[in-house]
């Protein structure tokens, strides 16, 4: 999953995106309202944690412009004002949870996945496709019953693909999802984590569950690819 962390104290930031790349989300960083708003418009995020106490636009004017222009992104705003009326104004405005500083960084993970689970397309704490099961709260992930061991952006890319179970994902939407704006889209960089992948999950006395569509993407499920 992709996250924009919009902070402007460095030291929190660099605390707090070094945390979150470290469970397996993807993350930008924006220093400022403006910034905030432009990198939301031209990157599709699934999660905005949005400071209100910013330079420029502060955290409300950044959330109101980015409902208004037509982001779904779930935004978690941080503050250190805990009063009902700031609180009441950040969900008023479009907002979808609220958390006050300071902050234990195991509440922010919870609330993270809360919001995750929240909304139309309900994200279930596990995935199940085929034999293969991720437990999306531990990051554990056991294929026939034996417990397979994944770096962190393996994981990431794995869980994308069991959200997206029996459905072909093109490499721009996994570009999009699970790596964040340093990624290099000349690369073979998904490819390589594919094939990683592969090589742990798919083992030779196991059907495939990984499979490629040439020129489409990949699909993760019990259907034969074209490789």
């Not at 999660?47 to 636009?57: F, G, H, S, T």
């Not at 999802?177 to 992948?197: G, K, Q």
Request: with cysteine.
């Amino acid at each position: 999953m992709r996250i924009l962390l919009v902070e402007d104290d460095l030291t929190l930031a660099d605390v707090l995106a070094s945390g979150l790349r470290g469970r397996s989300y993807a993350v930008d960083v924006a220093r400022d309202g403006d910034s905030a708003v432009y990198q939301a418009a031209i990157n599709p995020y699934d999660i905005i944690i949005l400071d209100v106490m910013l330079p420029n636009l502060d955290g409300f004017a950044v959330c109101r412009e980015l409902r208004r222009q037509g982001s779904t992104a779930r935004i978690m705003m941080l503050t250190a004002r805990d009063t009902v009326d700031d609180r009441i104004a950040g969900l008023d405005i479009g907002a979808d949870d609220y958390l006050t500083k300071p902050f234990d960084f195991s509440e922010l993970l919870a609330r993270l996945r809360a919001l995750l689970r929240r909304g139309a397309q309900m994200q279930p704490s596990t995935l199940a496709v085929g034999d293969l099961i991720l437990d999306t709260h531990g990051q554990q992930v056991t294929r026939a019953g034996r417990k397979i061991p994944l770096t962190t952006k393996e994981y990431a890319l794995l869980e994308y693909l069991a959200r997206n179970a029996g459905r072909v994902v093109g490499r721009a939407e996994i570009s999009d999802h699970v790596w964040d704006d340093n990624y290099d889209p000349f690369s073979n960089l998904i490819e390589s984590y594919i094939n990683r992948l592969r090589r742990k999950i798919d083992t030779p006395e196991l059907v495939p569950l990984i499979h490629t569509r040439r020129g489409a993407g990949y699909l993760l499920g019990p259907s034969h690819g074209d490789e």
